[in-house]
């Protein structure tokens, strides 16, 4: 007999703690610690060692878990196949995207998969941050390397150009750079990782061969709508994705820098579990987003910057 607590105790492995796994499962923390004491009893074995700060499972709880954990996922992936077959796509489902991007580039296509499929609720979180998709209960995330978590996949979504630019008045006081080397000479605003801590190197293609640059200045931002917002004000060069600026530049208020040193452009990727059934609300919305991406207009930027 299969006890009742045991997709309890696998989702406090998935998520580290009861809360997360409370969470989760729509239940209080303190259902969660009497279903895993009483899986344990029935068992006769100690799962879990727990102390203040932490929870860690003992060899018993990780030999369960292993032999399991996986049988559990696709018995209730085949459940829910069922289920789906017979109703319309509904439910929470929750995507983690970067900031600016997410803003700029994900959001103008929801409003259509909304109107589509009126009974799927979605729960988009913007953050610059790199999370844990699978400890954080997302179904989808968006980003250049979310994580190298062998139970996600990773599909090509949006390729990002990065270009750097300047305003005309700051070319117009401070002159451009005509090499990347000559970036010293300048303040250039750079971007700090949220999740790293670690300011982003610029890079750039010199005669065939990828070169990385520091960029040195007085200005340190961890979103990209700021750096854009400084790059307005005239306070210095930053590097940016071409989706973000072209507006900007083809008006005229923005200058394209060191345009024939560009470095190849980045992956922005979709990631999601690499479970062998996918519910039908994620595949659709994935499908959705991979159809739709260049189906957009460009940007206004230059109205959201004046927005901010």
């Not at 279903?35 to 203040?52: D, I």
């Not at 670690?198 to 061969?209: A, C, L, P, Q």
Request: glycine share 6%; net charge negative.
């Amino acid at each position: 007999m299969i006890p009742n607590q045991l997709n309890v105790f696998i989702a406090v492995v998935k998520n580290g703690n009861f809360s997360a796994a409370a969470r989760q499962l729509g239940v209080s923390s303190a259902a969660i610690s009497k279903a895993v004491a009483q899986l344990e009893k029935n068992l006769e074995l100690r799962l879990f060692h727990r102390t203040t700060h932490s929870l860690t499972l003992t060899e018993d709880g990780h030999e369960l878990y292993k032999r399991t954990g996986h049988l559990v996922e696709q018995l209730e992936d085949q459940i829910r196949l069922s289920t789906d077959k017979h109703k319309a796509p509904h439910g929470r489902l929750k995507v983690n995207l970067p900031d600016s991007f997410g803003r700029m580039v994900v959001l103008p296509l929801i409003p259509s998969f909304l109107d589509k499929y009126p009974d799927i609720e979605l729960d988009l979180t913007f953050d610059d941050r790199i999370g844990d998709l699978v400890k954080e209960g997302a179904d989808v995330g968006i980003g250049v390397m979310l994580s190298q978590d062998s139970r996600l996949i990773a599909r090509d979504f949006y390729p990002l150009q990065p270009v750097l630019v300047a305003s005309c008045e700051y070319v117009e006081k401070h002159g451009e750079p005509e090499t990347p080397e000559q970036l010293s000479g300048h303040n250039c605003i750079a971007y700090r990782s949220s999740t790293t801590g670690r300011k982003k190197t610029w890079n750039f293609r010199v005669n065939g061969e990828l070169i990385q640059i520091e960029p040195r200045g007085n200005l340190i931002v961890n979103n990209m709508s700021a750096a854009m917002k400084a790059v307005e004000m005239g306070m210095g060069i930053a590097a940016v994705g071409i989706g973000y600026a072209e507006t900007c530049i083809e008006q005229g208020c923005f200058r394209r820098i060191l345009k024939e040193y560009e470095a190849d452009p980045i992956q922005v990727m979709i990631y999601y579990s690499s479970r062998h059934y996918l519910p039908a609300k994620t595949r659709l919305f994935i499908d959705h987003l991979l159809e739709h991406v260049h189906d957009e207009h460009r940007i206004d930027l230059d109205q959201m910057i004046h927005e901010l």
